[in-house]
Nanobody, 120 residues
Framework: QVQLVESGGGSVQAGGSLRLSCAAS?????LAWFRQAPGKEREAVAR????????YYAASVAGRFTISRDSAKNTAYLQMNSLRPEDTAMYYC????????????????WGQGTQVTVSS
């Protein structure tokens, strides 16, 4: 069983930055961030493979967001720069012990979510 605890959300003006954290307990091969805005479907944001630290990003955030991991703390981070109003959403950390993808249904563990609000 893996537990995920997210932190770091908040409100910021467009162009600003935030850093989200996701502390994981237990074995994982993949840590990822998803987001869901009101009335919209959940979308993948970024993921990192814990074995080789390979990272992948959604086109909408590439170049602005950076996912990283502190293996000693088993914590993933999402550094979000140049934030836009369209980045406003509930952000969820997800983890899995077998696969690493952008398919949300394949992730076995989810955090409670942290709200990110970007004002124009």
């Amino acid at each position: 069983q893996v537990q995920l605890v997210e932190s770091g959300g908040g409100s910021v003006q467009a162009g600003g930055s935030l850093r989200l954290s996701c502390a994981a307990s237990g074995y994982t091969v993949c840590l990822a961030w998803f987001r869901q805005a009101p009335g919209k479907e959940r979308e993948a944001v970024a993921r990192i493979a814990t074995l080789d630290s390979r990272t992948y990003y959604a086109a909408s955030v590439a170049g602005r967001f950076t996912i990283s991991r502190d293996s000693a703390k088993n914590t993933a981070y999402l550094q979000m720069n140049s934030l836009r109003p369209e980045d406003t959403a509930m952000y969820y950390c997800a983890a899995d012990g077998r696969t690493c993808s952008f398919v949300g249904s394949l992730f076995g563990y989810w955090g409670q979510g942290t709200q990110v609000t970007v004002s124009s």
